[in-house]
């Protein structure tokens, strides 16, 4: 397949040579580009600039025109613009619970091709693709020193399977690599050593530059932003479709400019810093917009803290939070050991480009701006469930206390004690059960990770031990964090606090934090205790971490192992002791808290080059057991029909060549009722699964034990299991069942109450679609496929939301299920569903993008009610993804055709 950008029809004459030196590159010239006629897109910000670049190098007439390459210039003009574009990324990032459905699509989609009469090596990834494994590792061991050894071999036993397909997976197809186990979290690997800032390749034998960009099958591949890489998390769905040459279909973003003054103050952090922002980004409303930073606080802010900010731009909400090229990139390149040839071309290709800011640099214009003065940055966490819900550390104490009578019942007894059977403890509400320094928003930052262990350091100087009832655990996101700890002589403080590392991955952030000791989850729920979690991460959802616990606190390291000391959330921090030492005295955090200074000092002297070129120089080669994995399969992949992990899906039975016309939806029953802020964890869980689930009976029908189960995440390949778990989040409320929490519905006309998936399938039985209404922010959360490929397969033809979380509503489009929303702000309460109404659209097959249509609403008592609707298929591409029955079907048809 011939690329776009060697058939770019170069309509701007902008096509240079770049010499640095001794090598020369071709480049798309931005500046070369406004003298003909892109008048004035130097003022645009530099994350356009990139979409600009992108847009010029593969004009090609068709996918992209000069009118869309004018398209970004005259946005200067309104600020905003309605106009769809086609974005083709450099790379695809994945990682592996997420990446495993989208090979086991990719080798789906090459037995169809076979079907079909095509050739399957078309089904073939034609960018760079690269899977990191980091979602796989538990939490079963802590706080010792064989928690790592013992948690990875759970991981190979509970994985084997899945391992063995990613390897086949591995040799099957070009241009895809992967990144074993026990490596690091995929957002860390990426910004210490896959990204380059500028990217080249090869084309008709020259060289060719250009930005650095990507999409990835996690919400958090934005952290790269803070390298100035351009890239956004995706739907698994709409990654696939990447790989395989299909553009990116958007609409050219808003842009808010975010100006940073000033500097952080003493005892403040990083971590500190992102909550304010996400706060006071999520106020402002920044859905589907970038978020693009500038201003001279960003002089005073490292490539650590800039990932550290960019990793949550899924917390606040918007497509991503991008940081241009500086002095700062540069530094940081070098720290990691990439080339000095590398280095030389970023700064050369920026500064010609226009892409490189300095203290000379003008504000670009931007739709909106927002300010922040660094130094009003104060000591903070976030929840109980919540990333956006900010709480001044001064404050934790008392806001838990009345989050106690809003999100868990009042009646609560806040001073309620319960002795645990077996232990010289008890417990309470608000008891920190675990405290967990994990996942790639602090882990990738020294600054923070060094600051944990100084404070470590300080208590046990101190003599102070966490509490026994607390689980602690140490999850880096990559090993390079362990090699400047040991060097810094922090490891050992750590390990004697109980934070141990107990593996390289993504943990208790996804759910993954392991079951707590059984005597305190048999206390907790034998007496209803509303315990915390502290970690830091960037997701706190209710019933995510772990489904013993209901309040989840984002912060900073160091907080997450003073709150391990003090044991309980409602601690004050800032005013009492986290406990007393051999003398009696008490101790407060002030006594522990590291300067900025002994931190900095500290990284200089820890933090080297040479860690970055070892852990990274072999980085796809694997342990011992990897490089034990048996392959089997060539060409097509060989169903194993006894798996439990990966099973051929039912997508692409009885595909056709041509689509069959979309058929209007006629009589559909309600599946569920839903509220606010419905995530994509509630629809399609990623923990534990339950033993008398539908997925646990599945299982046990199949031969696993309960021990064997895993989690749903690590199942992702296996549909059965995965519609199974559809809806199936025991947090989750169906307002059709009031006063009931998990996964159940009402199936009309009988009125029994019954697991969504029976239900489901007894209505798939009966001939009847189904629908979902719920309210705003609906799948907001890790952009998982499996929160649409589940409801799709349990036969949901639409959903009805009050506003849809831009992933998803992406991803339900890319599996063919129609995303509306109520015009004219409307809800289902108003409308008085109870769910026994039937629901009616007719005109899908001539539906437009945008175009408001009616559904018909028949109540229980037969009265009717037209309700007004607004289609969210919001481009002509997903007009085609849409009608073809889902994205996939949508590309396998047309290279089966291009194949004819």
Same mark, same amino acid.
């Given at each position: 397949?011939?690329?776009?950008?060697?058939?770019?029809?170069?309509?701007?004459?902008?096509?240079?040579?770049?010499? =640095?030196?001794?090598?020369?590159?071709?480049?798309?010239?931005?500046?070369?580009?406004?003298?003909?006629?892109?008048?004035?897109?130097?003022?645009?910000?530099?994350?356009?600039?990139?979409? &600009?670049?992108?847009?010029?190098?593969?004009?090609?007439?068709?996918?992209?025109?000069?009118?869309?390459?004018?398209?970004?210039?005259?946005?200067?003009?309104?600020?905003?613009?309605?106009?769809?574009?086609?974005?083709?990324?450099?790379?695809?990032?994945?990682?592996?619970?997420?990446?495993?459905?989208?090979? =086991?699509?990719?080798?789906?989609?090459?037995?169809? *091709?076979?079907?079909?009469?095509?050739?399957?090596?078309?089904?073939?990834?034609?960018?760079?693709?690269?899977?990191?494994?980091?979602?796989?590792?538990?939490?079963?061991?802590?706080?010792?020193?064989?928690?790592?050894?013992?948690?990875?071999?759970? +991981?190979?036993?509970?994985?084997?399977?899945?391992?063995?397909?990613?390897?086949?997976?591995?040799?099957?197809? %070009?241009?895809?690599?992967?990144?074993?186990?026990?490596?690091?979290?995929? #957002?860390?690997?990426?910004?210490?050593?896959?990204?380059?800032?500028?990217?080249?390749?090869?084309?008709?034998?020259?060289?060719?530059?250009?930005?650095?960009?990507?999409?990835?099958?996690?919400?958090?591949?934005?952290?790269?932003?803070?390298?100035?890489?351009?890239?956004?998390?995706?739907?698994?769905?709409?990654?696939?479709?990447?790989?395989?040459?299909?553009?990116?279909?958007?609409?050219?973003?808003?842009?808010?400019?975010?100006?940073?003054?000033?500097?952080?103050?003493?005892?403040?952090?990083?971590?500190?810093?992102?909550?304010?922002?996400?706060?006071?980004?999520?106020?402002?409303?920044?859905?589907?917009?970038? @978020?693009?930073?500038?201003?001279?606080?960003?002089?005073?802010?490292? =490539? +650590?803290?800039?990932?550290?900010?960019?990793? *949550?731009?899924?917390?606040?909400?918007?497509?991503?939070?991008?940081?241009?090229?500086?002095?700062?990139?540069?530094?940081?390149?070098?720290?990691?050991?990439?080339?000095?040839?590398?280095?030389?071309?970023?700064?050369?290709?920026? +500064?010609?480009?226009?892409?490189?800011?300095?203290?000379?640099?003008? %504000?670009?214009?931007?739709?909106?701006?927002?300010?922040?003065?660094?130094?009003?940055?104060?000591?903070?966490?976030?929840?109980?469930?919540?990333?956006?819900?900010?709480?001044?550390?001064?404050?934790?104490?008392?806001?838990?206390?009345?989050?106690?009578?809003?999100?868990?019942?009042?009646?609560?007894?806040?001073?309620?004690?319960?002795? @645990?059977?077996?232990?010289?403890?008890?417990?309470?509400?608000? %008891?920190?059960?675990?405290?967990?320094?994990?996942?790639?928003?602090? /882990?990738?930052?020294?600054?923070?990770?060094?600051?944990?262990?100084?404070?470590?350091?300080?208590?046990?100087?101190?003599?102070?031990?966490?509490?026994?009832?607390?689980?602690?655990?140490?999850?880096?996101?990559?090993?390079?964090?362990?090699?400047?700890?040991?060097?810094?002589?922090?490891?050992?403080?750590?390990?004697?606090?109980?934070?141990?590392?107990?593996?390289?991955?993504?943990?208790?952030?996804?759910?993954?934090?392991?079951?707590?000791?059984?005597?305190?989850?048999? /206390?907790?729920?034998?007496?209803?205790?509303?315990?915390?979690?502290?970690?830091?991460?960037?997701?706190?959802?209710?019933?995510?971490?772990? #489904?013993?616990?209901?309040?989840?606190?984002?912060?900073?390291?160091?907080?997450?192992?003073?709150?391990?000391?003090?044991?309980?959330?409602?601690?004050?921090?800032?005013?009492?002791?986290?406990?007393?030492?051999?003398?009696?005295?008490? =101790?407060?955090?002030?006594?522990?808290?590291?300067?900025?200074?002994?931190?900095?000092?500290?990284?200089?002297?820890?933090?080297?080059?040479?860690?970055?070129?070892?852990?990274?120089?072999?980085?796809?080669?694997?342990?011992?057991?990897?490089?034990?994995?048996?392959?089997?399969?060539?060409?097509?992949?060989?169903?194993?029909? $006894?798996?439990?992990?990966?099973?051929?899906?039912?997508?692409?039975?009885?595909?056709?060549?041509?689509?069959?016309?979309?058929?209007?939806?006629?009589?559909?029953?309600?599946?569920?009722?839903?509220?606010?802020?419905?995530?994509?964890?509630?629809?399609?869980?990623?923990?534990?699964?339950?033993?008398?689930?539908?997925?646990?009976?599945?299982?046990?029908?199949?031969?696993?034990?309960?021990?064997?189960?895993?989690?749903?995440?690590?199942?992702?390949?296996?549909?059965?299991?995965?519609?199974?778990?559809?809806?199936?989040?025991?947090?989750?409320?169906?307002?059709?069942?009031?006063?009931?929490?998990?996964?159940?519905?009402?199936?009309?006309?009988?009125?029994?109450?019954?697991?969504?998936?029976?239900?489901? *399938?007894?209505?798939?039985?009966?001939?009847?679609?189904?629908?979902?209404?719920?309210?705003?922010?609906?799948?907001?959360?890790?952009?998982?496929?499996?929160?649409?490929?589940?409801?799709?397969?349990?036969?949901?033809?639409? @959903?009805?939301?009050?506003?849809?979380?831009?992933?998803?509503?992406? $991803?339900?489009?890319?599996?063919?299920?129609?995303?509306?929303?109520?015009?004219?702000?409307?809800?289902?309460?108003?409308?008085?569903?109870?769910?026994?109404?039937?629901?009616? &659209?007719?005109?899908?097959?001539?539906?437009?993008?945008?175009?408001?249509?009616?559904?018909?609403?028949?109540?229980?008592?037969?009265?009717?009610?037209?309700?007004?609707?607004?289609?969210?298929?919001?481009?002509?591409?997903?007009? %085609?993804?849409?009608?073809?029955?889902?994205?996939? #079907?949508?590309?396998?048809?047309?290279?089966?055709?291009?194949?004819?």
């Amino acid at each position: 397949m011939t690329s776009a950008a060697e058939t770019s029809l170069d309509s701007f004459k902008c096509r240079r040579r770049l010499k =640095v030196g001794k090598r020369s590159y071709d480049y798309f010239d931005l500046k070369e580009a406004e003298a003909n006629g892109l008048v004035g897109i130097g003022r645009l910000p530099f994350s356009l600039k990139v979409l &600009l670049e992108n847009l010029l190098r593969h004009e090609d007439g068709r996918t992209v025109t000069a009118d869309d390459i004018r398209g970004v210039a005259l946005w200067l003009q309104t600020r905003k613009s309605d106009r769809e574009i086609a974005f083709r990324p450099a790379r695809v990032l994945m990682q592996d619970f997420t990446g495993v459905p989208a090979v =086991v699509d990719l080798a789906a989609m090459r037995d169809a *091709m076979q079907k079909l009469g095509g050739d399957p090596r078309k089904i073939n990834p034609l960018v760079p693709v690269d899977l990191v494994i980091d979602h796989s590792v538990m939490v079963d061991a802590f706080g010792n020193a064989r928690a790592f050894d013992v948690n990875v071999e759970k +991981e190979y036993e509970r994985n084997g399977e899945r391992y063995a397909f990613l390897r086949w997976g591995s040799g099957g197809f %070009d241009n895809f690599r992967v990144v074993p186990p026990g490596t690091g979290i995929c #957002h860390q690997v990426n910004l210490e050593y896959l990204a380059q800032t500028v990217w080249t390749k090869k084309e008709n034998g020259e060289a060719l530059a250009f930005p650095d960009t990507l999409v990835g099958t996690d919400s958090h591949t934005t952290m790269v932003n803070g390298l100035s890489v351009l890239g956004w998390g995706v739907g698994g769905i709409e990654a696939e479709a990447a790989m395989l040459g299909q553009p990116i279909s958007m609409v050219i973003p808003e842009v808010i400019g975010f100006r940073l003054t000033g500097k952080l103050r003493e005892g403040v952090t990083a971590t500190d810093l992102v909550l304010t922002v996400t706060e006071r980004l999520r106020r402002a409303g920044v859905v589907g917009k970038f @978020v693009e930073f500038f201003g001279e606080g960003l002089d005073n802010l490292p =490539v +650590e803290d800039r990932a550290t900010i960019a990793n *949550m731009a899924p917390e606040y909400g918007a497509t991503c939070g991008f940081f241009p090229i500086d002095d700062e990139t540069l530094v940081y390149l070098d720290a990691t050991d990439r080339k000095h040839s590398r280095i030389a071309l970023v700064e050369a290709y920026a +500064e010609a480009q226009g892409l490189f800011r300095d203290g000379d640099t003008a %504000d670009p214009v931007f739709t909106d701006t927002i300010a922040l003065n660094l130094a009003e940055v104060e000591p903070s966490i976030a929840g109980p469930k919540r990333p956006q819900d900010r709480v001044p550390l001064a404050r934790a104490a008392g806001a838990f206390a009345e989050a106690l009578d809003k999100e868990y019942g009042k009646g609560h007894e806040a001073g309620k004690r319960v002795p @645990v059977p077996g232990a010289n403890f008890d417990l309470g509400h608000g %008891d920190v059960v675990i405290a967990a320094i994990t996942s790639c928003t602090n /882990t990738s930052n020294p600054f923070v990770m060094v600051a944990a262990g100084i404070l470590a350091r300080n208590a046990v100087k101190r003599g102070l031990q966490v509490k026994p009832w607390v689980k602690t655990s140490l999850a880096p996101g990559s090993q390079v964090v362990t090699d400047y700890l040991e060097k810094a002589g922090l490891q050992h403080e750590l390990d004697t606090l109980g934070f141990n590392l107990v593996g390289y991955g993504c943990t208790t952030c996804i759910g993954n934090s392991g079951p707590l000791p059984e005597d305190i989850s048999k /206390t907790i729920h034998g007496h209803g205790l509303a315990v915390a979690s502290v970690l830091s991460g960037n997701r706190n959802f209710e019933g995510r971490v772990n #489904h013993d616990v209901r309040a989840n606190y984002l912060a900073s390291p160091p907080l997450v192992v003073a709150y391990a000391l003090a044991g309980s959330i409602t601690v004050d921090l800032a005013t009492e002791p986290l406990g007393t030492d051999a003398d009696g005295e008490p =101790v407060y955090l002030k006594d522990l808290w590291p300067s900025s200074k002994a931190v900095a000092k500290t990284v200089r002297k820890a933090v080297r080059k040479s860690m970055f070129r070892r852990r990274y120089g072999n980085v796809f080669e694997g342990d011992e057991e990897w490089q034990d994995i048996k392959v089997t399969g060539g060409l097509t992949y060989g169903w194993d029909g $006894n798996s439990t992990y990966v099973q051929e899906p039912p997508y692409f039975t009885d595909l056709t060549h041509t689509p069959k016309p979309v058929t209007d939806i006629a009589g559909a029953r309600i599946l569920g009722l839903f509220l606010d802020s419905i995530t994509t964890d509630h629809i399609s869980p990623a923990g534990s699964i339950g033993k008398d689930s539908p997925a646990g009976q599945y299982l046990t029908a199949h031969g696993v034990a309960p021990h064997d189960f895993n989690s749903y995440g690590s199942r992702r390949g296996n549909h059965e299991v995965m519609m199974r778990g559809t809806f199936a989040n025991h947090r989750i409320k169906n307002m059709m069942v009031k006063g009931v929490e998990g996964g159940i519905t009402v199936h009309y006309p009988s009125g029994e109450h019954l697991p969504i998936y029976d239900a489901a *399938m007894r209505y798939a039985g009966e001939g009847v679609p189904l629908v979902v209404f719920a309210g705003k922010e609906y799948g907001t959360g890790s952009s998982r496929d499996w929160a649409a490929k589940g409801p799709r397969l349990l036969g949901v033809r639409a @959903v009805v939301a009050e506003s849809f979380e831009r992933i998803h509503r992406s $991803n339900l489009i890319g599996m063919g299920i129609l995303p509306l929303v109520f015009a004219d702000g409307m809800s289902w309460q108003a409308l008085g569903l109870t769910g026994v109404e039937t629901v009616s &659209l007719q005109g899908l097959n001539e539906i437009k993008p945008g175009q408001r249509i009616e559904a018909d609403i028949t109540y229980g008592d037969g009265t009717k009610r037209a309700v007004p609707l607004l289609a969210r298929i919001d481009t002509f591409d997903e007009l %085609d993804y849409f009608r073809n029955g889902g994205i996939l #079907h949508f590309v396998l048809r047309s290279l089966a055709r291009d194949a004819a």
